[in-house]
């Protein structure tokens, strides 16, 4: 059976979301690999991140925080990430923010985050897509 990565993001930004276009990019750039792409707004079921061998979050900049609907999904299933793979990307501290908490979350976070600021360049874009390669490659050995 492949391994399986959500890739989870807000979509309330467009640069979230060019960015997590990228980094579905990556993911898909290594062979047996299944990635299932959710956005935040939508998730109802809570089930499917317990069967995900690695989970990747994109968040916006929201008082220098997470998004409230990133925030939701956390407090409800963040307890079942530990010991599964984890990347981040977002907006300025948000980047940050999401990428400790996810690491006190027991995530096994084999990439640092990939942060933008006001404009997004091809550096974030080539960065976005080194994150989903490297991630979709550790959910294999994990």
Do not use: H, W
């Not at 309330?12 to 579905?24: N, P």
């Amino acid at each position: 059976m492949k391994p399986k990565i959500i890739l989870l993001y807000d979509n309330s930004d467009d640069r979230i979301t060019k960015m997590a276009e990228k980094v579905l990019e990556g993911i898909k750039s290594v062979d047996n690999v299944d990635v299932e792409v959710l956005i935040a707004n939508d998730v109802t079921r809570f089930e499917i991140f317990k069967k995900a061998n690695g989970i990747i979050i994109g968040s916006p900049n929201e008082k220098r925080n997470v998004s409230r609907e990133i925030d939701r999904i956390l407090q409800t299933v963040g307890p079942t990430f530990s010991g599964k793979v984890g990347g981040t990307f977002g907006i300025r501290e948000s980047a940050d923010v999401l990428f400790n908490r996810m690491r006190r979350m027991g995530m096994i976070m084999i990439y640092g985050t990939v942060k933008s600021d006001i404009i997004t360049s091809d550096d974030v874009f080539e960065n976005c897509f080194k994150l989903g390669k490297v991630i979709a490659k550790g959910v294999q050995v994990s």
